[in-house]
């Protein structure tokens, strides 16, 4: 029998709860009642009047918003009200009645303006929402995963404008120098004078100054700036493509909680912008650094065994070219501060140059004959250079501890964890691009979408397992 019945339903008068209507294993009701939320009443209070002006929208509420768009990827603000303003889920976890008016889209950009710019705001709420996965015992600090991903600036590739930019010192750069010049009085020679304008030291890596380029030195150099969001870094993205980007530095345990992020222009490049995330976590316990090859230098290196944590690094190939002898097959005798090439010749120290490399040079008249010259070196000269950096034993450490049983095995978690998160991030919570311009607010979305998604994980364990605090 033909039911037709959708008019007649459309005009029932009915007598109910909201609270009926949520089912009570939605997403939004196990998250709610995860974590007490009126810890942010606490943090907004000096934001507020305590006796003037009409009343505000309350705070629990205008966070609760943004939360919801970064939780479940919505575009935008204005999308995140609409839906909100049919969906009765994100009504009863805002604290709206059916019937009551949903904030204007524009309401939490104006308090964000006038109430929250330039406060830690956001990150406080992480690290609350982190603080209490911690009172559970369901991170584990010993073992750190770290890495970066870049989300797309809301900025058109084809604004932009040229403008001559000196980039920052490395965070290395005054300890290299002395070590630099302690390491050439040793040798018999004079410290460097500093160049007026010139290049302070960099740190590329172990082995020859080519295979390791990550850390370009100092200088004055013209670069590709944004006339929408100047904030924002000119990255080449895929084979073709540049963009506009931030770069996020994240880091996570072995169970793939967020600990920490920095938020940086996105092209700086990962090993100089790790001092910053580091600086972050250097109390909390840190036994184990898993990075990847970006992060293959012997300043993080030093940074990290100086401090006691070990630097788990993967194998990089040596970038030499094809036909050439690789930079291993010529050996490093430290007794006698030489190198040894596959001819049983010795390369003899010349000097150690601004960029904290030991030169080590062969006798031209001597390789000229030799049968493997073809192999060794293109030089006009015949002098082979053979380069070693004054921390090149930091870098010796962390391939015997990337040689240690478990560390391979270690380092393949990257996939589970930290490259996870990134996957997860940008698939469902709206990640891979942002809509808002300068780094402020670039913060306070990833401070809002690494929240939301420890809140649901730890939400999900506390329902599932009922969870108390240890």
């Known amino acids: 029998m033909l039911t037709e019945q959708t008019e007649k339903v459309r005009k029932q008068i009915q007598m109910f709860s909201i609270d009926d209507l949520v089912p009570q294993d939605h997403l939004l009701r196990i998250i709610d009642k995860a974590i007490d939320w009126s810890f942010i009443y606490d943090l907004v209070r000096d934001k507020y009047s305590s006796d003037k002006g009409r009343p505000s929208i309350d705070p629990v509420t205008l966070i609760k918003i943004p939360l919801i768009q970064y ?182 345990d072995k169970n793939g909680w967020i600990l920490d992020f920095t938020v940086n222009p996105g092209n700086e490049h990962d090993s100089r912008t790790f001092k910053g995330l580091y600086e972050k976590l250097e109390d909390i316990g840190m036994e184990k650094c898993i990075v990847d090859a970006g992060y293959k230098t012997p300043a993080i290196a030093k940074l990290l065994l100086d401090d006691g944590v070990k630097p788990v690094f993967p194998y990089k190939r040596p970038m030499t070219k094809d036909g050439f002898f690789k930079k291993y097959e010529y050996v490093y005798d430290e007794y006698n501060d030489c190198y040894i090439c596959p001819n049983n010749k010795v390369l003899k120290y010349s000097t150690t140059n601004r960029d904290g490399y030991r030169e080590y040079k062969s006798c031209g008249n001597v390789c000229e004959k030799c049968e493997y010259l073809s192999q060794c070196t293109a030089s006009k000269t015949h002098v082979k250079l053979v380069t ?83």
């Not at 120098?177 to 020679?189: C, L, M, Q, T, V």
């Not at 698939?427 to 808002?436: A, C, K």
């Open 388 to 470: 070693r950096h004054v921390w090149e034993d930091y870098m010796e450490v962390c391939e015997d501890i990337r040689h240690t049983v478990g560390m391979k095995e270690l380092y393949s978690k990257r996939k589970e964890t930290i490259e996870r998160i990134f996957g997860a991030a940008k698939e469902n919570h709206g990640f891979r691009y942002t809509q808002m311009y300068g780094k402020a607010r670039m913060v306070m979305k990833v401070a809002l979408t690494y929240a939301a998604m420890n809140l649901k994980k730890l939400a999900k364990i506390k329902n599932e397992w009922g969870l108390q605090p240890a």
């Open 71 to 252: 939780l479940y990827g919505i575009k935008s603000m204005r999308q995140t009200i609409k839906d909100i303003d049919v969906n009765v889920a994100y009504r009863w976890f805002l604290g709206l009645e059916l019937g009551e008016k949903v904030p204007h889209f524009t309401t939490f950009g104006k308090n964000y303006t006038r109430r929250f710019q330039g406060t830690d705001l956001f990150e406080q709420i992480f690290q609350h929402i982190l603080e209490e996965c911690y009172k559970f015992k369901l991170v584990d600090p010993t073992e750190i995963f770290v890495d970066a991903t870049h989300v797309k600036a809301r900025a058109n590739g084809k604004k932009m404008q040229k403008r001559i930019a000196k980039q920052e010192a490395l965070f290395y750069s005054e300890m290299l120098r002395k070590d630099i010049n302690s390491d050439r009085e040793a040798h018999g020679k004079q410290p460097l004078k500093d160049k007026d304008g010139g290049n302070p030291p960099s740190c590329g890596g172990g082995g020859s100054f080519e295979e390791y380029t990550d850390d370009t030195p100092i200088d004055a150099k013209e670069i590709k700036c944004s006339t929408t969001d100047p904030e924002s870094g000119w990255f080449r993205k895929g084979e073709h493509k540049h963009v506009f980007a931030y770069g996020i530095e994240t880091a996570c």
